[in-house]
């Protein structure tokens, strides 16, 4: 069974510009979730769809958006990019998004 | 007070030893706990979760949680080199509305030498 995917695993982008991260679950997940790490605040929260619907959202500001489409893949979208926002972004899934998940390899961001 | 709090690393242990690795959560109402292993350059992978107070045992791992105490442990029997690595204590808060949302402790670094 294939594990989560995300894509593109790395990146370099300025500020201002804009990203957009993918992944995909586990077949036969419906939920997605998305964490930011860093070495500094660690990991944390994004957000959390389910059957494409967001069902729930951490503190971050509305540069940061995400999508589920009815295959069950995700999207994260930000924008405007600044030179925090350089992390490691992180997918799960889970059959069930009541915390077992399973994470994909990451997408690193760099913003120079 | 951070929401969860584990205890402050890094530890090391002899090859062989028990390693015990402790957290701490704020929100009374929790209702499911987790610990990850995350070795260095790699994703967090899943090794135990537990719902109940008391111990649950797989393999050589024991997760121990203390709801009145709003605590949980994680113990490593007969560790191997193979356990050195970061372990991320994680909690589902908001009394089961907290969808996919884990609250993570800041990590413990393991190191188990031979």
């Known amino acids: 069974k294939a594990g989560v995917t995300q894509t593109p695993r790395y990146l370099i982008k300025t500020r201002g510009q804009q990203v957009t991260l993918s992944c995909s679950p586990i077949s036969g997940h419906r939920s997605v979730s998305w964490y930011q790490q860093t070495p500094g605040q660690g990991l944390q929260f994004l957000f959390e769809y389910f059957s494409e619907t967001q069902r729930n959202k951490g503190n971050f500001p509305g540069r940061f958006s995400g999508r589920q489409f009815s295959n069950s893949r995700s999207e994260m979208n930000v924008s405007t990019l600044e030179l925090g926002d350089s992390a490691l972004y992180l997918c799960?899934?889970?059959?069930?998004?009541?915390?077992?998940?399973?994470f994909g390899e990451g997408s690193r961001l760099t913003v120079l | 007070q951070k929401e969860v709090e584990q205890n402050s690393g890094p530890l090391s242990v002899p090859e062989g030893a028990i390693a015990s690795l402790n957290c701490t959560y704020s929100d009374r109402g929790s209702q499911s706990f987790f610990w990850y292993r995350q070795y260095s350059g790699k994703s967090p992978e899943l090794i135990m979760s537990?719902?109940?107070?008391g111990d649950k045992e797989d393999g050589r791992f024991t997760a121990q949680l203390n709801k009145a105490s709003q605590y949980v442990s994680l113990l490593i029997r007969d560790s191997q080199p193979s356990d050195s690595a970061t372990y991320l204590c994680a909690v589902n808060m908001g009394g089961g509305t907290s969808y996919g949302k884990l609250t993570f402790g800041q990590g413990t670094i393991l190191t188990v030498h031979p």
């Open positions: 537990i719902y109940s107070n």
């Open positions: 799960a899934s889970s059959s069930s998004g009541f915390g077992e998940l399973f």
